[in-house]
């Protein structure tokens, strides 16, 4: 999980270096707290509109999550600066709990559970056939990439983290791909990390090895973006956003130069609208009743594609994927949108974690998901 440390490299540096988005790894917890919930006012991004529809999450039966120890959420939430759960099971409200002082009309920054947004994205463009095919070559959509190693590359590898372009995910070195992703020279007309991208080499052939590079992900989104023609938020706006019902307009960070959107970071929504965007996959990617995405793409994105670093825990296109059948978009610092098809599930956490990937934390969130499955079974367990 030390791979996810690669969010970072979605920042940028914002114009006239008042503030750099690298800036947030190093927040006190203080800044984290405060900064989590309004980084839209700090750095630059668009707005995803959302309707005058809203698609109602009804309160279902209370549910008490179950661990081992006896711990209470209230506690678990206190002692790892969680912001926010909710849980819905069939779409109903089952949990829903606030801290550090946020509430449920404020809008949190997701960091990497952007990805899973992204790629949801590419199944509407398949869709809509602005994207033939994930068999199509990345420099199709995006012809700057000819003559790297991205050349020979696919969009399904690009999904799935397999290129085999060679890539530092170290955020600690500063002489990481991660930490000078955004480096590169402007080049007029191109996206800054497009330049950057294309001065990697190769490490091994397409589709052999995976690695997880958050640059991968911003690929897709300027990749999703040359093929529609429309913004990232736009596009989730128009295909997700407004039909399926969110209740507030959510913000999309950019790169302020070049107005490239991070693919691999940054949407900032409530936490009733992550859960609405979880509860609209447990659906099957529909609205009404009709698919939004290709025929058969988002069981493919869901499921495994490559092994990761961690026993049960595989990688599908942009969405970590276990054995059991479920799967979850994970952001540094604490987010997580969890879906649970077996069950019904939808686990929302927003969180200012004292560290961005610390091992006590990912256990612990682990421990909370674990909890709210073992309450849900306890329901249904006959009483000897």
């Keep these: 999980m030390l791979a996810a440390l690669m969010l970072a490299g979605a920042f940028g540096v914002h114009a006239q270096d008042k503030a750099r988005r690298t800036d947030v790894l190093f927040w006190s917890q203080a800044e984290r707290e405060a900064h989590f919930r309004d980084m839209p006012a700090i750095f630059a991004g668009n707005t995803v509109k959302h309707g005058d529809h809203v698609h109602a999450l009804p309160q279902g039966r209370p549910l008490r999550p179950r661990w081992p120890d006896g711990q209470s959420l ?40 952007a990805k899973s947004f992204t790629s949801t994205l590419v199944g509407a463009a398949l869709a809509d056939g602005s994207i033939h095919s994930l068999d199509d070559p990345v420099v199709r959509y995006i012809p700057a990439l000819k003559g790297s190693a991205y050349e020979g590359v696919n969009i399904r590898q690009l999904l799935s983290m397999t290129s085999g372009v060679r890539w530092n995910e170290d955020y600690s070195d500063p002489k990481s791909d991660v930490a000078r992703m955004y480096s590169a020279p402007r080049v007029s007309g191109e996206p800054a990390l497009v330049t950057y991208m294309k001065t990697l080499g190769r490490e091994a052939p397409p589709g052999s090895k995976w690695v997880y590079k958050t640059g991968e992900t911003d690929l897709i989104g300027i990749l999703v973006t040359q093929a529609t023609g429309k913004t990232l938020a736009q596009y989730l706006g128009e295909k997700i956003w407004r039909p399926y019902g969110m209740a507030s307009d959510a913000a999309w960070l950019k790169d302020e130069t070049d107005g490239t959107e ?30 939004v995405l290709a025929p058969g793409y988002l069981a493919d994105a869901t499921h495994k594609h490559a092994s990761t670093d961690t026993p049960g825990i595989g990688y599908g296109y942009q969405w970590w994927t276990y054995d059991d059948g479920r799967f979850t978009g994970i952001g540094i610092f604490g ?12 686990i929302v956490q927003l969180a200012a974690w004292p560290s961005a990937v610390g091992p006590d934390e990912i256990a612990a969130r682990r421990a909370f998901v674990a909890a709210v499955t073992a309450g849900v079974d306890a329901e249904t367990t006959p009483t000897k």
Excluded at 267 to 274: H, N
């Design 335 to 346: 987010q997580m949108m969890h879906v649970d098809p077996k069950r019904g599930l939808v």
């Design 74 to 113: 209230e506690a678990y939430m206190s002692a790892h600066k969680v912001a926010a759960v909710m849980v819905l099971q069939h779409g109903r409200v089952r949990i829903e709990r606030y801290g550090l002082g946020f509430n449920a009309t404020g809008r949190w920054t997701s960091f990497s559970v």
């Design 262 to 291: 991070t693919g691999g970071c940054c949407i900032s929504a409530t936490t009733a609208d992550y859960a609405r965007m979880g509860q609209f996959i447990l659906d099957g990617g529909k609205i009404n009743g009709k698919s």
